[in-house]
């Protein structure tokens, strides 16, 4: 019998993964669709929505609603998409994870084309059996003009979002003698 509850156990686990991941997915399609409606479904109530650089930071859902509202008024057509997503279990909690995401975006922000390479650090919660956003830190690798990512893609002022040079917030390793400790978390396995 325990050979079953340990087999029904990592088929929930691989479950909770797959919808998990389904959610980082889902993100680009409601920020796409600019769906109001979809964005209160996959935030928990209380979340919380940061940047790295600090531009913008919400708590609770009317905040982080008002927030993409905002976001929405400077962007034309948007293309989200997922790359690599791992996920981390709390062994305490089985309803609450973890996880990094890559993914990129092609935007138009203020009538010019461009590209953003994003990394999502993220708390996701279980409500009423759905997983969702507990808490999403943005982070921008680079956030420039298709025209520029030719000749500056390494500049460490590669966010260009806001009409000015601003330093990129990924992957400080490559600017500093830093490592980083919270993608070395991510290394072992569950």
Not at 19 to 42: P, S
Not at 50 to 59: C, K, L, M
Not at 133 to 154: I, Q, V
Request: proline residues 3%; hydrophobic residues 35%; charged residues 30%.
């Amino acid at each position: 019998m325990s050979e079953l509850r340990s087999l029904d156990a990592r088929v929930g686990r691989l479950e909770d993964r797959l919808a998990i991941q389904e959610l980082g997915v889902l993100y680009g399609f409601v920020m796409d669709e600019r769906d109001e409606e979809g964005i209160r479904e996959i935030f928990c109530d209380d979340a919380t929505l940061r940047s790295e650089d600090g531009v913008f930071g919400a708590n609770g859902i009317e905040e982080i609603v008002t927030t993409y509202l905002g976001r929405f008024a400077a962007l034309g057509p948007t293309n989200h998409f997922s790359h690599g997503h791992v996920v981390r279990f709390d062994g305490s909690d089985p309803d609450r994870a973890t996880g990094l995401l890559a993914g990129h975006a092609e935007v138009d922000r203020n009538g010019v084309a461009m590209q953003v390479a994003l990394r999502y650090k993220d708390v996701y919660r279980r409500v009423a059996g759905r997983w969702r956003f507990a808490d999403r830190k943005m982070g921008y690798m680079y956030y420039m003009p298709f025209a520029e990512l030719a000749t500056d893609l390494g500049d460490r002022n590669s966010v260009r979002a806001y009409g000015d040079h601003r330093p990129s917030d990924w992957p400080e390793v490559l600017y500093s003698d830093q490592g980083n400790a919270f993608l070395k978390d991510y290394r072992r396995a569950d």
